[in-house]
């Protein structure tokens, strides 16, 4: 059973940066896509960034929100995912949750198909 546990949020202003991490425990790490995904309040969960497990290509996927700020990396190793998120702005504010899945990769951006959802962790982004 996948269990996935989030850590890094917090206070952060305009502009400024955080890293969060997420550590993997009770799958064989390699074998799933890793995606982060986030939920502002009073929204619906949604698509942020996914690292592809390395036997499909282990490429990364971004919603376009967030391209060229934020950067997704895997580490197969020590069974842990990070997301290095810049230049953030107030609607990047949300509970970041990371998630498992093994689908394919026409259907990785989809939060359906992603299960081990943890509590998440929340950042928020001041004006």
């Known amino acids: 059973q996948v269990q996935l546990v989030e850590s890094g949020g917090g206070l952060v202003q305009t502009g400024g940066s955080l890293t969060l991490s997420c550590a993997a425990s009770?799958?064989?790490?390699?074998?799933?896509?890793m995606g982060w995904f986030r939920q502002p309040l009073g929204k619906e969960r949604e698509f942020v960034a996914t690292?592809?497990?390395?036997?499909?290509?282990?490429?990364?996927f971004y919603a376009d929100s967030v391209k060229g700020r934020f950067t997704a990396s895997r580490d197969n190793a020590k069974n842990t995912i990070t997301l290095q998120m810049n230049n953030l702005k107030p609607e990047d504010t949300a509970v970041y949750f990371c998630?498992?899945?093994?689908?394919?990769?026409?259907?990785?951006?989809?939060?359906?198909?992603?299960?081990?959802w943890g509590q998440g962790t929340e950042v928020t982004v001041s004006s």
């Open positions: 690292i592809a497990r390395p036997g499909s290509g282990g490429a990364t």
């Open positions: 009770g799958v064989t790490f390699r074998n799933y896509h």
């Open positions: 998630a498992a899945s093994q689908i394919a990769l026409s259907a990785i951006t989809n939060p359906e198909y992603y299960y081990g």
